[in-house]
């Protein structure tokens, strides 16, 4: 069953907590838009635009792409129309400085976030996780080899793209987002959860568990604030 809703959701979580993965199950459930900051910088890199060749040299080394040019290329997104309900927000916020930015742009169009979703995975696990991850080319599905393969090795179910593991999923590059994570991305936890919109997720769970108490949280936060 699916319902439409209306909300801005930010998913939190370390890379590996699985908010692309959730966030795939519930744009299909609550028919909101799911924008990944780390999708568009790829598919400007794709097309070679300079906003993508700028990206790659911080995404390669695992840090952060500067805040004023994260914060440019959401702002446009935000600016087409299927954002103009609510949204699904993947990988952004990852700084205070971001989700300033974030109610600032809500704010102008008379709305603000609904929820903050945070998926709390342990260590150990993320690393799990990104060793094991495969995406599509062709529509951004992820998979991991060994908790979520598909049913083709190789080729995505949904497209019969081919899967491909990320040029930033190495080990080296793994141990530096969750180091930056922990530094610049960690405070949003308290910053969410002082204003009263944190919700948090055991995402130790499989795939189907998370989503389920995610699917409840936010459903019951985007129909009581519409
Ligand atoms: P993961 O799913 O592993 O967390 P993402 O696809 O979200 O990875 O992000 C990949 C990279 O893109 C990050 O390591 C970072 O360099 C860049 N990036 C994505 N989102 C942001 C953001 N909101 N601010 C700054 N950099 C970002
Ligand atoms: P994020 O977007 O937070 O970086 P992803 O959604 O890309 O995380 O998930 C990272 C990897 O972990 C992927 O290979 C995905 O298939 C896998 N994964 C996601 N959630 C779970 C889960 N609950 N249990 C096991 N594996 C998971
Ligand atoms: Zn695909």
Redesign the pocket.
Known sequence: MSTSASGYIVLL??????????AERLEKDIELPHIATGDLFRAALKQQTELGKLAQSYMDRGVLVPDDVTIAMVKERFGQADASRGAIL??FPRTVEQAVALDSILAERGAGVTIAPY?KVSTDTLLA??A???VCRGCGA???ML??PPAREGVCDSCGGELYQRSDDTPETHLKRIQVYLEETAPLIEFYRDRGLLAEVD?E???E??YADLLRLVRGATQSSS
């Not at 979580?13 to 959730?22: D, F, M, R, S, V």
């Open positions: 979580g370390a890379p590996g907590a699985g908010k692309g993965t959730q993947d990988g998926i996780r990104l094991g991850r495969w992820v998979y991991h908790y979520s995402g769970q499989d795939i568990g998370v």
